[in-house]
């Protein structure tokens, strides 16, 4: 049966509480200091990369994401936002990249017409073309007031610049312009390569307007309103961050958010420029060969599944009399008049020459994808909850702290299961605070890897040193017991739940050996000096029952009770055993005299009586107190024996059965025949040749 609670002492449930909430203090000040080693962060990606495929396979390869999850998302998101790509198709209808940079006016002009308010250009012009006459084209382009150009953010010692777009191509351009229609573009990426943060704001080192990211510039365009308000939406779920830019020593501090991905863009043929393979289906990615990484496929919805996705070639070639309300149309409910939809269209490259596809959560992505997926968070405010640093470090000594509980207060084995209910817990709730609002709210990460460490680092102390400790008290229990209880078998015991009244019948020899004169020697010595003295003389007879595997079964005063047969050192023949201890123990004692006499204590002798026969030898007494004890005729008789050996003038008597199973290996002589109490007939009584014995014994050595 599994018990539940601990039986550890106070005192050490105290030390292990110490013990598992210091390795706490230790894992969270490790975190502390190793908070941005790359190995941590892997573990922790690799952790929601975990959650992230669950929560797809969930909503992704069956289907029901892209026919029910399409309900999750805000149904303006699908009316306000557009992607128009550089997708295959355009390669395939024989337009090549870079397009001519005069296609961008008559793209733009289209979109408008087609009903895009806001234009955004996830596309940079750092320098002139070769032909002036496309670059004014595209100057025309990038002046209609409708565009929203991107930049790319630098610094100059601690000022930061905009750059990334030739001067020429946005000249006319006025200081409103720039502060509503130009973006920086940037993603953070981490060490395993993947963006999974979006920079949407960075701050300069002197009071001033802030820089932008072009999905934010996108939205206040093409809402109407300052790009700080569109920020302030989000601002709950979006943190600071010591950003480094090019050109700089310094660090720039920069709004970001955790991105909560919908979809990817970038199909199998889009990303390798290949045709699918055999096993392809829609919905899987490949890696991009110039990663070098192995093919790799994530069972992802398309974005197209959810916004509208259009190839430039397809605006293009648009009759212009469809291209009115190409985006859809709204219906006034009150006057039933139709009229186009108003959307942002973000314009992009998606193929491998674009040099624009990156890694994320979902795979392979396009930069454009990546704006679309920012866009959402925008337009929603899911951007993923992150806790602080100082909350981080709470949920370690938090977690921890209940692990180092359960180590201390449950059985190590209800402890484990516990432990690892608490680990599963965690991670239950962990993907359900992530993925229970990331379609409608947005998620909230719970870090797992560093909890988890702390939690085991915890428990496992705990644990081992609980065990240690209990292992410590077992052997030092069992050390105890077995000097002052005649317990041949401790390991059988120690596995019991205590000892159980009972008894085997076995066939043992059985010795008494009792001080002769005791009585007198108690009267003429003082207690300690008596009480020394019988220390020495059970001391010095313990060491010879040792020897020839006898053990002692009682102590009454200078009286003793040994018992041989149960342990190897006295098998086969343990009645030759206990006849060569006795003599051990009359030579013994001899020298002992002699040392008391040389001292001017009192000498004294021995007598002792050896039975052999079938006893019962296990268990005796009650709930309240117990003993081992070896009962039979067998250890009556040699209690008579060890009375009768002074009157037969021997201090080894042996009876009849001890005799015959001794054989050979003694030295003793018949005595005669006496009565006993308890006994009908006389028993034949022998005399053990100390002396004879011991020299046999030396002989043989």
Known sequence: MLRLTSDYSRHQKILSVGLGLAVAFLVCGASYLLQERT????????????WMDRNFETYGASGRYVHSGAAFLDPVFAEKLVLVVFDDSSLASGLEWPIQRGMYLDLVQRLEKAGARTIALDILFGARGPDPRQDEMLRQALARPSVVVPYVLAARGDQMVQGGVHEGLLAGWTEHDYSTRFGFTKELTDPDLRVRHAVLEVLPSQPGTSNYALDIVALAHFEGVPPAEILERCRKRLFEVDL?????????????????????????ATSTLEAPDAQYREGQIQVLPDQQARVARVDVPSISDFIQVYSIQDILNAPEDQLEGLFGRTVDPVTGKETPNQVIAMVGVTVLGGHDVKSSEVGAISG???????????????????????????????????????????????????????????????????????????????PVFLPWLGALAS????????????????????????????????????GQDGLKVGSEERVLTILFSDIRG?????????????????????????????RHGGIVFDYQGDAQMVVFGLVPA???????????????????????????????????????????GPVAIGVLGSAQRKQYAAIGDATNTAARMQGKSKELGSPI????????????????????????????????VYGVDARSMSERTRGRA
């Open 368 to 446: 454009v994808g990546i704006h679309a997926n920012v866009m959402w968070n925008l337009i929603q405010g899911t951007f993923l909850h992150e806790p602080t640093f100082a909350q981080g470090l709470a949920l370690v000594f938090g977690l921890a702290s209940l692990a180092t509980l359960v180590g201390v207060f449950l059985d190590v084995r209800a402890a484990g299961l516990a432990f690892l209910g608490i680990l599963a817990g965690y991670w239950w709730v962990g993907y359900h605070l992530m993925y229970g609002g990331y379609w409608t709210t947005g998620g909230t990460m719970v």
């Open 570 to 612: 006295s098998q086969p023949n343990h009645a030759a055993a206990a006849c060569r201890a006795a003599a051990g123990m009359v030579l013994r004692l001899e020298e002992l005299g002699a040392t008391w006499k040389a001292q001017g204590r009192p000498v004294f002798e021995t007598g002792i009586g050896i039975c052999t």
């Open 518 to 546: 005791y009585t007198d020697l108690s009267e003429g010595l003082a207690p300690v000096t008596v009480t020394e003295m019988l220390n020495t003389y059970h001391s010095a007879m313990g060491e010879v029952f040792e």
């Open 653 to 684: 008597l042996i009876t009849q059965s001890t005799f015959e199973a001794a054989g050979e290996e003694i030295v003793a002589t018949y005595l005669e025949s006496v009565r006993v109490k308890g006994k009908k007939e006389p028993l034949q």
């Open 39 to 50: 190995w941590i962060r892997f573990m922790e990606n690799l952790i929601q990369r975990t």
């Open 244 to 268: 480094a830019l090019p050109g700089s020593p310094y660090l720039f501090t920069a709004r970001t958010g955790r991105i909560a991905f919908f979809g990817s863009d970038v199909s199998t």
């Open 459 to 494: 428990f496992g102390s705990v644990t081992l040193y609980n065990v240690r400790a209990q292992k410590l008290a077992r052997d030092r229990f069992a050390r105890i017991l077995q000097e002052v209880a005649p317990i041949p078998d401790l390991e059988a015991l120690l």
